[in-house]
């Protein structure tokens, strides 16, 4: 294990299901400090979900990771317009 080497990540928590990456997880674990980037979701508050659109909609269910096929882009979001696209999909809540 290397000591002193500073890593940066971004955008790696969770994916568009809230779920974490396996990899991710483990570098949180071992992280000795988490310095937050904030985002900002679409209606102004902070985000802190990923919504993945595949055709300009959201889509709530997939393989974690998208490479091919379908054009896939992600969104940033705040837990309201998350929960609400999931909504509009007609997709039970989280909580």
């Not at 955008?11 to 568009?16: L, Q």
């Not at 993945?52 to 979001?77: C, H, K, N, P, W």
């Not at 998350?82 to 989280?94: D, F, G, T, V």
Request: proline share 3%; net charge negative; aromatic share 10%.
């Amino acid at each position: 294990m290397l000591q002193g080497v500073p890593v940066l990540a971004y955008g790696i928590r969770t994916d568009f299901q809230t779920k974490a990456f396996p990899g991710s997880a483990r570098l949180l674990e071992l992280a000795h400090s988490l310095e937050e980037l904030k985002t900002i979701c679409r209606c102004g508050r902070k985000a802190m979900f990923n919504g993945r659109r595949v055709d300009d909609r959201f889509v709530f269910e997939g393989d974690q990771v998208a490479i091919d096929g379908e054009l896939v882009t992600y969104e940033s979001l705040c837990a309201t317009c998350y929960l609400e696209e999931r909504s509009r999909a007609s997709l039970p809540s989280l909580w």
